[in-house]
């Protein structure tokens, strides 16, 4: 599902032999998306396909290399194009609508064809959804999208996804795609909630402050939809190049730590108000209690909150935390479970 996965491409045995696809038995126009074993040859109408798509008016009429050649086959390869996408395209353009489904394959063996991004049948569904928001941006074919968009989004975002050995909380950058191309903020938001929750850092930094974001940023790295371990600073591949476009790395830096503070904050009352941090963890003391006696108390707090690796420097300075904040919120979470 993430770049990581991109890399390998599945097997394509099942697809060894797949049928060209015809979309209108007296189309004048052939493509032929993917490349190699993956290539499928799509029979298509060159006008239906141009009335739908400014792109495709342009590439096919505009006198370019794939305009219709003086005799010949007219032939136009599309390599990097996948045909589980494309299919779906040209049905809709095609006014085959009959043939979009409104649940999106969920496993390898629905799919139409084969696929250089399709590697696991627990996140096929979310991979094809996709392929073709990415295709129909790339081709100005989002509008035709509009009757299918929200059985598709309401069923993903629903599922309980268990994708590729990582629980469904975590982040899925080909969800990031979908819901900023088809204009879900609220799925948007969603996730990028999970990258910030999800961000940590892979080594000390010289200044914590909040003013040296730069410094943060380069030191983030977060855990992906697929088990890796994403560093910020690097230029990010396949479909984790989303962060880049929307250009939220700073602001995840500074989430983060809005994040952490927000978690450590009731912490901080541990020394300036011990009453009122044990009243917030359900630790109520009487009103006859010493002192001596909520020392006590206090000094056991702290000693689990080193034992937990939160020392009172980084209580005092959020950017001292090397976790996530989905760390810092377990580790709390298991204190405060033996404190009670």
């Known amino acids: ?33 993917g490349e190699g074993v993956r290539k499928i040859a799509c029979t298509v109408c ?17 006198g370019f290399a794939e305009s219709k050649p003086s005799e010949g086959a007219w032939v136009v390869q599309l390599p990097e194009d996948d045909i589980n996408a494309m299919s779906i395209l040209f049905n809709i353009i095609h006014g085959h609508v009959h043939k979009v489904p409104k649940i999106l394959p969920k496993t390898m063996a629905e799919l139409a064809g084969p696929s250089s991004h399709c590697s696991d049948d627990d996140a096929v569904e979310t991979d094809v959804l996709y392929l073709i928001t990415t295709a129909a941006d790339k081709y100005d074919l989002i509008h035709i999208l509009r009757p299918w968009v929200k059985y598709w989004l309401d069923r993903i975002k629903g599922k309980k996804r268990w994708a590729k050995g990582v629980w469904e909380n ?24 999970k990258v910030v929750l999800s961000a940590y850092f892979w080594c000390e930094i010289a200044n ?5 974001l730069a410094p943060v940023a380069n030191n983030l790295r977060f855990l992906d939809s697929f088990g890796q371990f994403i ?3 690097k230029a990010l591949s396949g479909a984790n190049q989303i962060l880049e476009i929307l250009e939220v790395r700073d602001q995840i830096a500074v989430k983060r730590l809005d994040a952490i503070e927000a978690l450590l904050r009731p912490i901080n009352l541990l020394r300036t108000g011990p009453r009122s941090f044990l009243a917030q963890i359900g ?4 009103e006859d209690a010493t002192s001596d006696e909520i020392e006590v108390v206090v000094d056991e707090i702290t000693r689990c909150l080193y034992a937990a690796e939160l020392t009172p420097n980084e209580l ?25």
Not at 208 to 212: F, G, I, N, V, Y
């Open 1 to 33: 599902m993430s770049s990581a996965a991109s890399t390998t491409a599945p097997s394509t045995t099942k697809f060894a032999k797949t049928a060209p696809m015809v979309f209108d038995s007296e189309g004048d126009l052939r493509f032929e998306v």
């Open 46 to 62: 060159s006008r239906s396909v141009a009335r739908a798509s400014p792109v495709f008016k342009t590439m096919l009429f505009g």
């Open 170 to 193: 975590n982040w899925c950058s080909e969800l990031i795609w979908a819901a900023w191309i088809l204009g879900d903020l609220d799925l948007l938001h969603s996730q990028l909630n």
């Open 208 to 212: 914590p402050s909040r003013s040296a």
């Open 231 to 233: 560093p910020l600073s």
């Open 283 to 286: 630790v109520t003391a009487t």
């Open 316 to 340: 005092r300075q959020r950017g001292r935390c090397k976790g996530s904040a989905v760390d810092v919120r377990k580790k709390l979470d298991e204190l405060l479970w033996g404190l009670n």
